[in-house]
């Protein structure tokens, strides 16, 4: 089991989140995906916004989050906005 806090963009405030959401490693987050753990944070944590979910995609792919091309930011963008 990878610690999140190995991942791009995680802190030590990300990492605590998202373990209180049932991501608890590396691996877990990749396997649901940034929009999945986007949106269990959301459901937790109402005032997580659309940077939330960039650094969770840039986790995953290893980038910084706005490193992110433009095409994958209106796609988060999209996912976001329709959650509200």
């Not at 605590?16 to 691996?27: H, P, Q, R």
């Not at 396997?31 to 269990?40: M, Q």
């Not at 916004?49 to 095409?71: K, M």
């Amino acid at each position: 089991m990878t610690k999140l806090t190995a991942l791009t963009n995680i802190g030590k405030e990300m990492e605590s989140k998202l373990k209180s959401v049932g991501i608890d490693c590396a691996e877990k987050l990749f396997e649901l995906g940034a929009k999945e753990a986007f949106f269990r944070l959301k459901t937790k944590y109402p005032q997580v916004c659309l940077v939330h979910l960039y650094t969770l995609e840039g986790a995953i792919q290893g980038l910084e989050f706005n490193c992110l091309s433009e095409e994958t930011k209106a796609e988060l963008k999209a996912f976001s906005e329709s959650l509200k």
